[in-house]
């Protein structure tokens, strides 16, 4: 993928380069800014650092020590990052429907933008008596090879009584670094 950006990098340039467009062909053509780095983010397990509570109405607690060590990544090579584990729609709880990654899944904008999203109905347990709604979206930005800084923000809502949580809804937020 990366050779393929530098491919059209160097024909972008090389058409804007190939002289003026008034009649008398005296437009100045500017180069383009080449001298931005090009990172690679390869699939893995990231370590997660510097983990920033924002706000954190839904409980998550994820700044405790210990409570969110690592992040799975997964690039597919076409511009789709996946951040977390597959949570599926059976098997051992929380279980989600549709199944998603538990971070989300979102495309790159830009060589070093991507948001990854999550919309799913989350069951936390075995009885099934706590379910709710969950978006998580995750805004990415790429900051050197295989290193991310993430602006998290979860929101639940259309929660159940069975889930022993006051209110129908919530809000939390983080912020956090991940590297291989």
Do not use: W
Request: proline content about 3%; glycine content about 10%; some cysteine.
């Amino acid at each position: 993928m990366l050779r393929n950006i530098a491919f059209a990098c160097v024909a972008a340039l090389a058409v804007a380069g190939c002289g003026g467009t008034g009649a008398d062909d005296t437009t100045t053509v500017t180069g383009m800014d080449m001298a931005m780095p090009l990172f690679k983010v390869v699939s893995g397990s990231y370590t997660v650092s510097n983990v920033t509570k924002v706000s954190d109405a839904c409980m998550l607690g994820l700044e405790a020590a210990g409570a969110f060590p690592t992040l799975q990544v997964t690039n597919d090579g076409n511009g789709h990052l996946s951040l977390g584990t597959m949570c599926t729609t059976t098997g051992p709880v929380p279980t989600c429907n549709p199944a998603v990654y538990s971070n989300g899944t979102g495309m790159f904008t830009d060589s070093y933008h991507v948001t990854a999203t999550a919309t799913t109905t989350v069951t936390a347990d075995t009885g099934a008596t706590c379910t709710y709604g969950r978006t998580r979206t995750n805004m990415v930005t790429v900051t050197d090879n295989n290193k991310l800084h993430v602006a998290f923000q979860e929101d639940e809502s259309s929660i159940s009584a069975g889930c022993g949580f006051t209110g129908t809804s919530c809000t939390s937020s983080y912020t956090f670094d991940a590297a291989m």
